[in-house]
């Protein structure tokens, strides 16, 4: 039977698939070719009239899902943009980066292959890129009113996008000596681009953004020094706070952070000269976390030639199809194959790391490890499994605890909740005047979609206060959808 737009139903084995480029290549670029435009549009005309649209359930940005899938299918590419660009300022990050909780409630998903809505998202900006439709919007008429922007990755760049939109004097700070944040040294290249990153920031630095790089707030100028100079704060610093390992041996050489160990490859594959570099490279290495950051240092010392690689996660594997306690339109914990893993490796679920083993120099050479088992509720190695796995190189990838503290605390008192995170009301304000907080230096790690939507959401805060008027809607929203359109 024919679809409501003409199309035959479509099954599963039907579906475009991102392949990657075979194993053999393993050099930098990104894995993933450009879908072809026949596939794209045949699965956006697979967007139903659902009435009520769950995908915008799924997504923190409030996409507009069908009406971009509906304009694809139409083959109005230009349209499709102006339309997405309406709710998500970087949908060329979110279409390589987002795990796309939006097709975890596709309508179509509950007796079917949901629609591949993140594929036809990257595929409308990567034409639009091509084609030159992506123009710099710089605002009308100034308001005289300055905001400083402490952190670059998605969250500091989506809210100083939408204040200079708005027509406020917008400064980025950024301690690293390129912008981007962990778009830029957190992920690497195989996944994204590097190039991604500056046709965006050539964007907005021509809309008026201005970018301080390698500046860092807290000890270049303090944070009190930063509220003098500016009307408004936004903190966007993320959650860089490593979760740790501790138990014997951690100290070893050997032993390190995941991200130290991604931001020096990453270094690396821009063409810096990185003295010292961690490397896998003819190294037995082993990966502690089984999230997007391990399958990142995974994909990354593939390439680098490690001997082996193996990826280890204390918890159970996720089931490979919906769980019965996360019915549609919940978003799924699943067991998820990456590029990364695609190309090689071991991984390994219920294992508990016990210690770290060095040999005679001193170094780290295995790690020794048990089965896990759970004991009221708690997660322990057990009794009488232990055995060891070689490893020469260790990188712990078990997410992240918070935001850096101390600085905000010290220099203006910034309060903390909790769970570590900087206190925040329901409008990204503090308890401080004029200093907001977006991103996950106020939510804890989370996914991109989040980040970029509290941007948006802090900014529409901050106009607000900067307009002196906080009973009424922020003109900031009508402002960058009237752009966009």
């Given amino acids: 039977m024919a679809d409501p737009k003409g199309f035959l139903k479509v099954t599963e084995r039907e579906l475009p ?11 930098w670029k990104e894995v993933y070719e450009q879908g072809d ?7 956006a005309g697979r967007c139903m009239d659902c009435g009520v649209p ?3 359930q799924g997504c923190p940005l409030g996409n507009l899902i069908p009406e971009w899938n509906d304009l694809t299918w139409r083959g109005e590419g230009r349209a499709a943009i102006d339309r997405l660009h309406s709710t998500n300022n970087f949908p060329e990050f979110t279409g390589r980066l987002c795990p796309a909780p939006c097709e ?5 998903g509950i007796n079917q292959p949901a629609v591949t809505i993140k594929q036809v998202e990257v595929s409308i900006i990567d034409e639009a890129f091509s084609n030159g439709w992506v123009q710099p919007h710089p605002p009308a008429r100034l308001t005289g009113k300055t905001v400083a922007v402490v952190g670059s990755g998605p969250a500091g760049l989506a809210a100083a996008q939408q204040l200079t939109r708005a027509g406020h004097t917008v400064a980025v700070y950024e301690r690293d000596d390129r912008i981007g944040g962990l778009l830029r040294y957190g992920i690497p290249d195989f996944k994204m681009e590097k190039r991604q990153i500056d046709q965006r920031l050539a964007q907005m630095t021509a809309e008026g953004t201005r970018f301080r790089a390698g500046v860092d707030i807290g000890t270049d100028i303090t944070w009190a020094q930063l509220r003098e100079r500016y009307d408004a704060v936004v903190v966007a610093t993320g959650a860089m706070v490593p979760r740790d390992l501790p138990i014997p041996g951690r100290d070893l050489p050997g032993v390190h952070f995941a991200m130290e160990y991604l931001t020096q490859s990453n270094h ?4 810096d000269q990185v003295p010292g570099q961690l490397t896998a490279e003819g190294k037995h290495v082993v990966v502690l976390g089984g999230g997007d950051t391990g399958a990142d240092c995974i994909g990354t010392a593939h390439r680098q030639g490690a001997l082996s690689v193996t990826n280890l996660a204390i918890g159970k594997q996720p089931s490979e199809i919906r769980p019965v306690g996360q019915p549609w339109p919940m978003h799924p ?5 990456q590029s990364a893993h695609e190309e090689g490796g071991e991984r390994e679920y219920l294992v508990s790391t016990v210690e770290f083993l060095h040999n005679d120099a001193g170094e780290v050479r295995a790690i020794r490890v048990a089965e896990t088992e759970f004991v009221d509720g708690k997660r322990l190695p057990k009794a009488g499994t232990e055995r060891e796995i070689p490893a020469d190189l260790v990188l712990l990838a078990l997410g992240f605890t918070g935001p ?9 008192g910034l309060p903390f909740d909790g769970r570590g995170n900087a206190a925040r009301g329901a409008d990204y304000d503090t308890s401080l005047p004029g200093v907001f907080v977006a991103g996950d230096a106020g939510r804890g790690q989370s996914l991109i979609v989040w980040a970029i939507a509290e941007g948006r959401a802090a900014a529409a805060a901050v106009d607000r206060y900067l307009e002196g008027d906080t009973r009424l809607p922020s003109p900031i929203q009508a402002t960058a959808r009237a752009i966009a359109v």
Avoid: N, Y
């Fill in 17 to 27: 698939k991102r392949r990657p480029v075979p194993v053999r290549i393993m050099d």
């Fill in 37 to 43: 435009p026949a596939q794209l549009r045949r699965q």
């Fill in 54 to 56: 769950f995908c915008h």
């Fill in 104 to 108: 975890s409630s596709c309508v179509l």
């Fill in 268 to 271: 690396a594959v821009a063409g």
């Fill in 333 to 337: 914990t699943l067991f998820e194959v």
């Fill in 404 to 412: 850096e503290q101390q600085t905000l605390r010290d220099q203006i």
